[in-house]
C-alpha cells in the first residue's frame, strides 16, 4: 500500500513497535537521491521526526527531531488531506485511526 507523488513514496503505517521501541505513523521514502523522512510515535509516549539520507551529499546522515504532540497530529492531518486528494481512502483511514489514538493518549 502506498502511492507516489513527484519522487516521493507515501506508505503505510506500521502495525507495531520495532525492537527499539518505535512505531512509524508517517512514512515518506524518496527515490532521487534515496533519503527517508519517517514519523515515529515511541512506546515511552514521544514522538519524532527521523530524517535519513541514503545517497548524495549528504549520505549516510540520519537526523533526529522530537516533536510535540501538536505537531505529530498536524503532520497526520496534512497526509490524511494528501491521501484524500490522491484518491487513496484506505490509507487516510488508516491513518484516521492513528491520529485518533494519538489524540485519546
Same mark, same amino acid.
Given at each position: ?53 541514503? +545517497? ?5 546522515? *540520519?537526523?533526529?527531531?522530537?516533536? /510535540?504532540? %501538536?505537531?505529530? !497530529? &498536524?503532520?497526520? +492531518? ?5 491521501? *484524500?486528494?490522491?484518491?487513496?481512502? /484506505?490509507? %487516510?483511514?488508516? !491513518? &484516521? ?9
Amino acid at each position: 500500500m502506498g502511492f507516489m507523488v513527484g519522487a516521493w513514496l507515501h506508505d503505510a503505517p506500521d502495525t507495531e513497535y520495532n525492537a527499539v521501541g518505535r512505531q512509524a505513523v508517517v512514512k515518506h521514502l524518496c527515490f532521487g537521491p534515496l533519503e527517508t523522512w519517517i514519523w515515529y510515535k515511541q512506546i515511552d509516549g514521544q514522538y519524532c521526526r527521523e530524517i535519513h539520507f541514503i +545517497e548524495g551529499i549528504q549520505e549516510g546522515e *540520519r537526523i533526529t527531531d522530537f516533536i /510535540s504532540k %501538536a505537531e505529530m !497530529l &498536524e503532520v497526520l +492531518e496534512a497526509e490524511i488531506v494528501l491521501c *484524500r486528494t490522491h484518491g487513496e481512502t /484506505s490509507l %487516510a483511514t488508516l !491513518l &484516521e485511526m492513528e491520529k485518533e489514538k494519538i489524540s485519546m493518549s
